[in-house]
């Protein structure tokens, strides 16, 4: 590539994304002298989803820019909590983040979510069509020009994630109001009418129910609720919200 020499930095949260020789700060780099500034970023492997204000010589530059030799840029990370707006703030999870998505549900963030593999381009087509964010860990699918907006998930231990998408996009917390199964909203549910729907034992243990209005799945607090309930009281206690 023999083209204009502008030097780039990358912010420290951007740098696992960048060849190592430019994660120690300011480096060099060689352009076409055509590309765009956004292109420039994501040919580094940096999914522009993660890229927050960039700067050229100190002042914010639009992603079209074209880099001029000498320039110095700043790729700084995306800043948090993050706005999305045009749409209320919903969710779509790709394939691989099923345990993510239950429990965004399970504190009443609406997070659709794919079991199977439907593929990048239906999966872009549907987070643009419903204006969803789409969460994933494949920076290929977020590089996608149609999806409505998106973000890269960080880790792959579901507690830190759902950490990271609480943090950055600050969702309004509803525990317990979600179906964990389907994402359909649940009501309360009287002992009768779902008692067709449940083992002997379970109608005798057991009398507060709550009831997709979606799916139908019925749900009460069973056997594992003292783990679900540990996994609310920690996201309400740091990310707000209301426990009951």
Not at 5 to 33: M, N, Q, S, W
Not at 38 to 63: K, N, Q, W, Y
Not at 67 to 82: N, S
Request: glycine share 8%.
């Amino acid at each position: 590539m023999n083209g204009p020499e502008i030097t780039l930095e990358v912010a420290p949260e951007l740098r696992l994304f960048v060849p190592h020789e430019r994660r120690a700060g300011r480096t060099p780099l060689t352009t076409d002298g055509a590309s765009t500034l956004g292109h420039v970023i994501e040919s580094l492997g940096i999914p522009l989803t993660e890229a927050g204000t960039l700067l050229v010589d100190g002042a914010p530059a639009d992603r079209s820019h074209i880099p001029e030799a000498g320039e110095h840029i700043d790729v700084t990370a995306v800043e948090r909590p993050q706005r999305v707006p045009g749409a209320p703030l919903r969710f779509l999870l790709d394939v691989h983040l099923g345990t993510l998505a239950r429990r965004l549900r399970l504190l009443g963030v609406d997070a659709a979510y794919e079991s199977e593999d439907i593929g990048d381009p239906a999966l872009a087509a549907l987070s643009a069509r419903e204006r969803r964010v789409l969460l994933s860990r494949d920076r290929g699918l977020l590089r996608r020009r149609e999806i409505w907006a998106g973000a890269y998930v960080y880790s792959d231990r579901p507690q830190e994630q759902l950490r990271d998408v609480l943090g950055r996009f600050a969702p309004a917390l509803a525990p317990w109001t979600r179906c964990t199964a389907c994402n359909g909203t649940l009501a309360q549910a009287d002992k009768d009418a779902v008692s067709d729907r449940l083992e002997h034992g379970t109608q005798q243990a057991y009398d507060v129910f709550a009831q997709c209005t979606e799916c139908a799945r019925v749900y009460w607090r069973g056997a594992h609720h003292g783990h679900l309930e540990t996994i609310v009281a920690e996201a309400v206690r740091e990310f707000g919200g209301a426990a009951a």
